[in-house]
């Protein structure tokens, strides 16, 4: 038996599968053929909702030119359980280009994302975006340039009538930790106000004044879809997380409420980083130090909220 539930690790084979058989130059219906399979499997196995036995996969990696080194390292994953979590090394701790990302980021039909330190690759402006890969990287400019590249592409999710409704919860901490220049920061958090004017998505600001509580520490990015169950995606140091069991789901769904509700509201986190853009403007301009007096726009927008939206 070969049917299978969806899941991260199907999918991301699935869509491995897929580009192989195109780079290979090899028909749908030609590689349906030669397996005895229908169209419909096939399409199906691509797509991860079904599954198939490790001598058809080789058989199709066979036919699209791999090597026998190749189709073992490929078999080994497919004999990996599903277990509910799904682990992949970050290239130099940046997970940019990880397969099952990207095909769930585009899969997605709302994103939730928190960010405690920096603003969220998704929101990068490319000089910000640069700055933050450079200090994680260390690496070649010419290896940091093409990290800078694949982030600034992931940001077309965003784009078109199919974008996901996207939320970005952004700690005030971010506002505060200088990234490269006070020009640098100008320009990002002149994109973050511009941003948060498209309809699909939603920027809001935890203030300092929310707390300290653990679910604030880390970050997260919580995706759902119309046919398939949520997916969340954690970075952990040099690795990602990707995790879809209900009770873990659960676990950042609390956290999803408990941000919305501890986080100014969209019109007020708009003003906050309209201050904060023009902070920097100041500073890049030597008239200011961008230091002193920031919090207090945050703390005045939180002020002005009704007492029953701070519980």
Same mark, same amino acid.
């Given at each position: 038996m070969d049917k299978q539930r969806s899941t991260v690790r199907s999918r991301e084979l699935g869509n491995e599968l897929r580009e192989v058989r195109l780079a290979a130059g090899v028909r749908g219906k030609d590689m349906a053929q030669l397996l005895n399979w229908s169209p419909a499997k096939l399409v199906a196995v691509e797509k991860g909702t079904r599954g198939a036995r490790p001598e058809d996969i080789a058989t199709m990696l066979a036919a699209c030119g791999f090597k026998l080194p190749e189709v073992r390292e490929l078999l080994r994953r497919v004999r990996n359980q599903d277990n509910g979590f799904l682990v992949r090394p970050n290239n130099s701790g940046l997970s940019d280009n990880l397969r099952a990302l990207i095909i769930h980021e585009n899969l997605a039909t709302k994103l939730c994302e928190y960010r405690p330190m920096i603003v969220p690759g998704l929101l990068q402006t490319e000089d910000y975006a640069r700055a933050i890969i450079r200090s994680a990287d260390g690496e070649a400019s010419t290896t940091i340039e093409?990290?800078?590249? =694949?982030?600034?592409?992931?940001?077309?999710? *965003?784009? /078109?009538?199919?974008?996901?409704?996207? =939320?970005?919860?952004?700690?005030?901490?971010? *506002?505060? /930790?200088?990234?490269?220049?006070?020009?640098?920061?100008?320009?990002?958090?002149?994109? *973050?106000?511009l941003r948060s004017n498209i309809r699909s998505v939603t920027i809001r600001i935890v203030p300092f004044s929310a707390g300290g509580a653990t679910e604030l520490s880390s970050s997260f990015l919580l995706m759902d879809f119309d046919r398939i169950?949520?997916?969340?995606?954690?970075?952990?140091?040099?690795?990602?997380?990707?995790?879809?069991?209900?009770?873990?789901?659960?676990?950042?769904?609390s956290r999803q409420h408990l941000l919305a509700r501890l986080a100014l509201s969209a019109e007020e986190s708009r003003e906050v980083l309209t201050d904060w853009a023009d902070r920097y403007d100041r500073a890049r301009e030597g008239q200011r130090d961008v230091q002193h007096g920031g919090a207090d726009v945050a703390q005045e927008q939180l002020q002005r909220r009704r007492p029953d939206q701070l519980r």
């Open positions: 093409q990290c800078v590249r =694949t982030r600034l592409a992931r940001q077309n999710v *965003l784009i /078109g009538p199919n974008a996901p409704r996207s =939320t970005f919860y952004i700690h005030e901490a971010t *506002l505060q /930790g200088q990234v490269g220049s006070a020009q640098i920061m100008h320009e990002q958090l002149l994109q *973050l106000v169950n949520p997916v969340v995606h954690v970075d952990i140091s040099t690795v990602s997380v990707f995790l879809e069991r209900p009770q873990e789901i659960e676990q950042y769904r």
